[in-house]
């Protein structure tokens, strides 16, 4: 069972920036695309950044030019680098297979608040 583990996430001011991390257990880390999710109170969870195993990536418009996905196959981990964070990024970020996701960790929250 591929599990996965968030982290990095806390508060900050709008216009501010965090980095999370992902660790993944298992191999197919190395061979999947891998994404990440955010879900925010009262809306349905979101795939906000896509990575495949070659390293390109996609993002939703709503994250595009200010967020970074990427990966480290050699650590078995994952990243994203957010940057000019809104108050509308606040939400739970989760790490997963972009194709077929398979059971969630706990995420990591990000709060943007000023």
């Known amino acids: 069972q591929v599990q996965f583990v968030e982290s990095g996430g806390g508060l900050v001011q709008p216009g501010g920036s965090l980095k999370l991390s992902c660790a993944v257990s298992g191999s197919i880390f190395k061979i999947v695309p891998m994404g990440w999710y955010r879900q925010a109170p009262g809306k349905q969870r979101e795939l906000v950044a896509r990575?495949?195993?070659?390293?390109?990536?996609n993002y939703t418009d709503s994250v595009k030019g200010r967020f970074t996905i990427s990966r480290d196959n050699a650590k078995n981990t994952m990243y994203l680098q957010m940057n000019s964070l809104k108050p509308e990024d606040t939400a739970v970020y989760y790490c997963n297979k972009a194709t077929i996701p398979t059971k969630w960790g706990q995420g990591t929250q990000v709060t943007v608040s000023s």
């Open positions: 990575i495949s195993s070659g390293g390109n990536t």
